[in-house]
């Protein structure tokens, strides 16, 4: 089963008709945590809220189910941006409740080979810790190289012989290659 593009890659906006239910519940939201969020969307930059909106929200007197039902839709009216400042409100002010949305959950489970990357990490890591020193020794070998071989041969003439034995020390398989580049600049050595 192969996902479109569209059910791939959510708007906030889509992710806000998605949430709404489960952010309207009773009790998951508390009166002080969606003052905070109109609060942010009203005085931080980008304003989202203007003044009147904002006390339209924070009036005490609708009940708080009312007011965050219609400041969701007035955010999914305004657009993709008004939607996007909600969820990062959220994230601010309510980082529990933003980890357990049900628009989180389901991107998190789709089967979207991008957004999985805890089977890649395990994937990488199988090599072992003797790949790493590979690696390493081959970085170490060009860093070097690069160090102990200067552009003009007559700078440091010596250099080349010291160069020649430290693939002793290395790995055979990275000795191969030195050698064989240290080869055609020795001629008879």
């Not at 906030?12 to 905070?36: K, M």
Request: one cysteine or more; glycine letters at 6%; hydrophobic letters at 35%.
């Amino acid at each position: 089963m192969t996902t479109s593009l569209v059910e791939m890659y959510q708007t906030y906006c889509d992710r806000l008709v998605q949430d709404t239910p489960f952010l309207t519940d009773q009790g998951r939201l508390s009166e002080q945590q969606v003052d905070r969020i109109i609060l942010q969307l009203n005085r931080y930059y980008p304003q989202i809220l203007t003044n009147k909106e904002a006390e339209k929200f924070r009036n005490p007197k609708a009940s708080l189910r009312v007011r965050l039902c219609d400041l969701l839709s007035h955010l999914q009216q305004r657009g993709e941006l008004h939607c996007q400042e909600f969820y990062r409100a959220l994230y601010i002010h309510a980082q529990p409740l933003h980890s357990r949305l049900p628009s989180r959950y389901t991107i998190q489970n789709s089967d979207c080979r991008e957004l999985d990357w805890g089977s890649e990490s395990r994937e990488l890591s199988a090599s072992g810790p003797m790949s790493f020193l590979a690696g390493l020794g081959l970085a170490a070998g060009l860093a070097l190289l690069l160090y102990c071989c200067p552009s003009d041969p007559k700078v440091l003439p010596g250099t080349r012989r010291i160069l020649a034995f430290s693939p002793v020390i290395i790995d055979r398989h990275v000795s191969r290659y030195l050698l064989a580049f240290l080869a055609d600049d020795l001629g008879g050595f």
